[in-house]
């Protein structure tokens, strides 16, 4: 997790110069420049980190985005929809998730079929 730059660099600048957040129970070091330890996902942890940065990024962490969502800590879900099948495999919203809904805040399309989507829990 790292803290959004209002800047919206993108690339290895945004990731490179941006503070990160390292949600794990097993990581006890990085060799990242910028990065802090946060330990195992605690949702109280998560909050502090929120009021104190503000905005904040997930990229490519499907378990502690189910864990976010779960404990209503994702202000907006961005999802890049692929024209293809993968089969089975991790779900974002698993079996007995409780039902949730959301406002579409964007949507694009693109060439190469992709679909960008992001949607707000609802106001």
């Keep these: 997790m790292v803290v959004a730059d209002r800047g919206r660099r993108s690339g290895a600048p945004f990731f490179n110069d941006t503070t990160k957040y390292v949600v794990s129970g097993t990581v006890a070091t990085t060799t990242w420049r910028n ?54 495999g991790p779900r974002l919203f698993p079996d007995g998730s409780a039902p949730g809904t959301f406002e579409r805040s964007a949507c694009e399309s693109y060439d190469n079929g992709v679909v960008y989507l992001a949607y707000r829990p609802p106001t």
């Design 35 to 88: 990065s802090e330890i946060v330990g195992p996902y605690d949702p109280e942890a998560i909050r502090r980190i929120k009021d104190d940065v503000g905005e904040l990024y997930v990229s490519g962490s499907g378990t502690l985005v189910r864990a976010l969502l779960a404990d209503g800590l994702v202000d907006e879900l961005h999802l890049f929809v692929d024209p293809l099948t993968r089969g089975s």
